[in-house]
C-alpha cells in the first residue's frame, strides 16, 4: 500500500497559495498511484475558514478515486462536526477508539485534544489494548514531539503551549508502525523508534510563515518502507544574504537581480543585506538603493533586514588611504583583514 502523507495546510482562501498546494498534492497522488492520502491535521487554519470552504473542498476530492484521511489539528479542532461532509472518498477520525479498515491496514486517528502528557500516554495504551495482533497499524497524530531539540521556532507561529506532548520512547512497546504526524512545521522529520517502525512529520507542503525555508516536501512511503520526502511544487521562501564589499566591482543591485535570475519562481526570496558598497563607483546613493529594492519587493522578493552604507567620502579621505597601505602590508589571513576593515570602517563613519 502507498501513502501520500501530508499536515498542517491552514488553508485560508479558495485558490489561493495554498489551496494550489492541496490541488499539487493531489495531482502527486494521482501521478504516484497512491492508495491513501492522509492529512494529520491543520487542513484548514480555522473551524470558520472549514464551513466556508467545504464546498469547494467537496468539489475538489470528487475527482479522485483513493480514500482521503483527516484528523483534526489544535487550528481546525471544532471543523469536523458529526454529519459534516467533505466527500465520497473522505474520512474524517474524530476518534482514537475507532480506526478506520482499508484492505486489511488500520489507520488510527489522535486529533488534538487538550491532553497533557500523562493524558496523552494513558489514551495511547487504552486503543493500543485494542489493536489486532499480528495486523499493520498506523497512526495519524496531531502533536507536540519532544525529543525533538531544534527550538520552538521549528512548530511555526503555535506559541509556547503543549499539543498533545509524546516521546519515541511511548511508541516503543506500542502497535504502530508508523505515527503520521502534523503540526510541525518547518522541515520534513522521520524519527525510528523502534527498528521498522517511524514516527514521521512531512512539514507544511507550503510556506506559511518565513520560518518554512526551503523547498516543501510530503511523506511518500510504501508499508513496509522507510518514509522519505517527496517534493511538493508549491510556495517557499528561501534565504539570502548578500554581504556588500566596498571594493567589490559589481553593483549591488546587479548582484541581487542575478541571485534572484538563480532562483525558483515559487520561492519567495527573504532578502537580508548588509554591509559597505562605494556609491560613486555606481553612481548609487544609499537612497537610490533603498528605492530600488523596494521596487523589487514584491511577490518574489520580500526584504528582512537593510542594513548597508555608502563609504564614498571614508574611501576617499587621506586617513584611510593610509590605513589601507598599512594593511596591505601585513600578512594576516583573510577573514582577519575582513574584520579588521570592518570595525575601522565603523570607527570611521562614528568620526
Known amino acids: 500500500m502507498k501513502i501520500l502523507h501530508t499536515a498542517d495546510l491552514h488553508i485560508r482562501e479558495y485558490n489561493d497559495a495554498r489551496w494550489q498546494a492541496l490541488q499539487e498534492l493531489i495531482q502527486l497522488g494521482q501521478a504516484r498511484e497512491i492508495d491513501v492520502l492522509v492529512i494529520s491535521g491543520d487542513l484548514f487554519d480555522s473551524s470558520s475558514d472549514a464551513y466556508r470552504l467545504r464546498p469547494k473542498i467537496r468539489e475538489l476530492f470528487s475527482g479522485i478515486n483513493w480514500p482521503v484521511l483527516i484528523i483534526a489539528g489544535n487550528h481546525d479542532a471544532e471543523a469536523y462536526p458529526d454529519g459534516a461532509f467533505f ?6 477520525i474524530r476518534d482514537l477508539l475507532r480506526p478506520v479498515e482499508i484492505e486489511g491496514v488500520y489507520f488510527w486517528g489522535f486529533p488534538y ?27 495519524l497524530f496531531h502533536g507536540e514531539l519532544l525529543d525533538i531539540t531544534g527550538g520552538w521556532e ?23 508502525q508508523y505515527v503520521l504526524a502534523g503540526h510541525f512545521h518547518s522541515n520534513f522529520a522521520v524519527h525510528e523508534f523502534r527498528e521498522g517502525s517511524y514516527f514521521v512529520y512531512p512539514g507544511s507542503p507550503v510556506a506559511i510563515t518565513r520560518r518554512e525555508t526551503g523547498p516543501r516536501m510530503a ?24 554581504r556588500l564589499d566596498p ?94 576593515l570592518d570595525y575601522t570602517l565603523k570607527a570611521m563613519m562614528e568620526l
Not at 87 to 92: A, I, L, M
Not at 230 to 238: A, L, Q
Not at 315 to 331: K, P
Open 219 to 242: 511523506n511518500l512511503f510504501e508499508i513496509g518502507s522507510i518514509p522519505t520526502p517527496c517534493p511538493v511544487h508549491s510556495r517557499y521562501y528561501e534565504k539570502m544574504e548578500i
Open 247 to 340: 571594493f567589490q566591482t559589481v553593483s549591488p543591485l546587479n548582484i541581487i537581480t542575478e541571485r534572484l535570475s538563480d532562483t525558483p519562481e515559487n520561492a519567495t526570496i527573504l532578502l537580508d543585506i548588509s554591509g559597505y558598497f562605494n556609491g560613486a563607483q555606481f553612481n548609487l546613493s544609499e537612497e537610490e538603493l533603498y528605492q530600488a529594492l523596494s521596487k523589487l519587493s514584491g511577490h518574489r522578493l520580500e526584504i528582512a533586514r537593510m542594513e548597508f552604507h555608502d563609504i564614498r567620502e571614508i574611501l576617499e579621505d587621506d586617513l584611510f588611504a593610509l590605513f589601507w597601505e598599512r594593511l596591505g602590508e601585513r600578512n594576516l589571513a583573510d577573514v582577519d583583514r575582513k574584520t579588521i
Open 87 to 92: 466527500g465520497e472518498t473522505v474520512s474524517v
Open 113 to 139: 485534544e487538550t491532553l497533557m502528557e500523562a493524558e496523552t500516554l494513558e489514551y495511547l495504551n487504552l486503543a493500543a489494548g485494542m489493536a489486532k495482533p499480528g495486523a499493520t497499524h498506523l497512526l
Open 154 to 176: 521549528q512548530y511555526g507561529e503555535e506559541g509556547r503551549h503543549r499539543y498533545l506532548p509524546v516521546k519515541l520512547s511511548y511508541f516503543y512497546p506500542l502497535p504502530w
